[in-house]
């Protein structure tokens, strides 16, 4: 072999070998290697998809032969004549159906979030092997915006009209509060997923928060469980802010901090005093009217992914089963 194919080999492999190391001072270091995991690609049931395009007249005989795969909705009340009617109600509801038809426009298929979920779903396998991945199903709500997404028995349940976009119409008509609606956009679902993932393990652990501290690392651990799931979404989305909230708290966050310390927050057990910064709220009320909400969520959060950094023998199941929250403060050398 010639030196000048010898030369054009070891451009090349130096080339690989700078790409590569790119790459990895561009992952997170949250962000885990799936490249040898392989799962079945996720499929969503729509529900509403088959309500809402049989004929309601002939209702029981049109959905008799997808009982068993929309079990969870039906159950067997379907082969009742009082489930039989609550269902016709619901179908021939005005309200529901426009409530469908507005879903419809702004999710004609679910075929980015089928793609999107199955991604994150390999970043789930990789640090729970043993877990199920859950069935997935979506249907309308009626604007049910409490409860966007249901999980019970490996099943989760998705409202695809809590969806449609921060400023839908129909939101203001149901008196969804303004500050509520910043997070109903489509690109919300997958986070609000995997945080009722994050919540089922952290309740699995039968830690109950008490002060202050456990309920911003309960957070932090929720909002951590979200980096490793989903590492290349952007932070603020995974704690629903804006872009000027999340802004303003980058650049307070010292500010913030000193204030939970100067008022000897960390171990206070007062529930009002929690709430007030962990809660849904338009603002937090002791920083400004532009101060985003649940400032402490934020700090728990940088303070796990210190904790996380600086000790990488931690796995993502050994941070959901630490119960002490002083511990993971300690270890973390949180210093904003």
């Given at each position: 072999m010639n030196k000048k194919i010898l030369g054009i080999i070891a451009i090349f492999l130096i080339a690989v070998a700078l790409i590569f190391i790119l790459t990895q001072r561009q992952r997170p270091f949250f962000q885990a290697d799936v490249s040898g995991i392989e799962i079945e690609p996720i499929r969503i049931g729509r529900y509403e998809e088959l309500l809402f395009n049989v004929?309601?007249?002939?209702?029981?005989?049109?959905?008799?032969?997808?009982?068993?795969?929309?079990y969870v909705f039906l159950g067997d009340a379907i082969h009742?004549?009082?489930?039989?009617?609550?269902?016709?109600?619901?179908?021939t509801d005005p309200v529901i159906r426009e409530i469908y038809l507005d879903t419809r426009k702004v999710w004609p298929d679910v075929d980015d979030l089928e793609n999107e979920l199955t991604e994150a779903f390999r970043?789930?396998?990789?640090?729970?092997?043993?877990?199920?991945?859950?069935?997935?199903?979506?249907?309308?709500?009626?604007i049910d915006y409490n409860y966007p997404v249901k999980y019970y028995d490996n099943v989760m349940v998705i409202g695809l009209d809590l969806y449609l976009g921060s400023d839908h119409p129909l939101y203001?008509?149901?008196?969804?509060?303004?500050?509520?609606?910043?997070?109903?956009?489509?690109?919300?679902?997958?986070?609000?997923?995997?945080?009722?993932?994050?919540?089922?393990?952290?309740?699995?652990?039968?830690?109950?928060?008490?002060?202050?501290?456990?309920?911003?690392?309960?957070?932090g651990k929720v909002l951590y469980f979200l980096d490793s799931m989903l590492p290349k979404h952007p932070?603020?989305?995974?704690?629903?802010?804006?872009?000027?909230?999340?802004?303003?708290?980058?650049?307070?966050?010292?500010?913030?901090?000193?204030y939970f310390l100067e008022n000897e927050l960390l171990y206070s057990g007062d529930?009002?005093?929690?709430?007030?910064?962990?809660?849904?709220?338009?603002?937090?009320?002791?920083?400004?009217?532009?101060?985003?909400?649940?400032?402490?969520?934020?700090?728990?959060w940088q303070i796990v992914r210190d904790y996380m950094r600086n000790h990488p023998e931690v796995t993502l199941s050994g941070l959901v089963n630490e119960k002490d929250s002083r511990k993971i403060l300690r270890m973390s050398r949180f210093r904003p």
């Open positions: 004929n309601p007249f002939n209702l029981y005989q049109e959905i008799t032969p997808y009982i068993d795969q929309f009742t004549e009082s489930g039989q009617q609550k269902l016709f109600d619901y179908v970043f789930y396998r990789y640090h729970f092997s043993e877990e199920l991945i859950p069935q997935i199903f979506t249907y309308i709500s009626g203001s008509k149901a008196g969804v509060a303004e500050f509520k609606r910043l997070d109903m956009h489509p690109r919300a679902v997958v986070v609000d997923i995997f945080r009722m993932l994050a919540e089922k393990h952290l309740q699995n652990t039968g830690f109950v928060p008490e002060q202050f501290l456990d309920f911003m690392i309960y957070e932070d603020s989305l995974k704690i629903a802010y804006t872009s000027t909230q999340y802004e303003w708290m980058q650049a307070n966050i010292e500010r913030v901090w000193t529930r009002p005093t929690i709430s007030q910064f962990i809660g849904e709220a338009p603002f937090t009320s002791p920083f400004s009217q532009d101060s985003p909400p649940r400032t402490a969520a934020y700090i728990g």
